[in-house]
Nanobody, 124 residues
Framework: QVQLVESGGGLVQAGGSLRLSCAAS????????MGWFRQAPGKEREFVAA????????NYADSVKGRFTISRDNLKNTVYLQMNSLKPGDTAVYYC?????????????????WGQGTQVTVSS
């Protein structure tokens, strides 16, 4: 069982930056691939980024490539999402998720555990 708690969301102007954190409980955090997803009002939840258990492999949605960076610290049981050059279109609730596999999945159905989400609002 893994429990996930996101933090770091907030209100930022377009062009600004935020860093989201996702703290995980449990001793086996390092065995999970981790992902970030987001859901904007009236839209389906969508993939943002994912990282393998070791941090050696990452995957990004085309819409965030070059602007967002996912990373993890297995000693701190935490995964991060550094978001730069934010746009109003990035406004959403951001969720982290854990997937007990070596594969870096981009589909939410593959993920086993989810956090409650943190709101990110980008003003124009």
């Amino acid at each position: 069982q893994v429990q996930l708690v996101e933090s770091g969301g907030g209100l930022v102007q377009a062009g600004g930056s935020l860093r989201l954190s996702c703290a995980a409980s449990g001793r086996t955090f390092s065995s999970y691939a981790m992902g970030w997803f987001r859901q904007a009002p009236g839209k389906e939840r969508e993939f943002v980024a994912a990282i393998s258990w070791s941090g050696g492999k990452t995957n990004y949605a085309d819409s965030v490539k070059g602007r967002f960076t996912i990373s993890r610290d297995n000693l701190k049981n935490t995964v991060y999402l550094q978001m730069n050059s934010l746009k109003p279109g990035d406004t959403a609730v951001y969720y982290c998720a854990a997937d007990q596999t070596i594969v870096v999945h981009t589909t939410q159905d593959e993920y086993d555990y989810w956090g409650q989400g943190t709101q990110v609002t980008v003003s124009s």
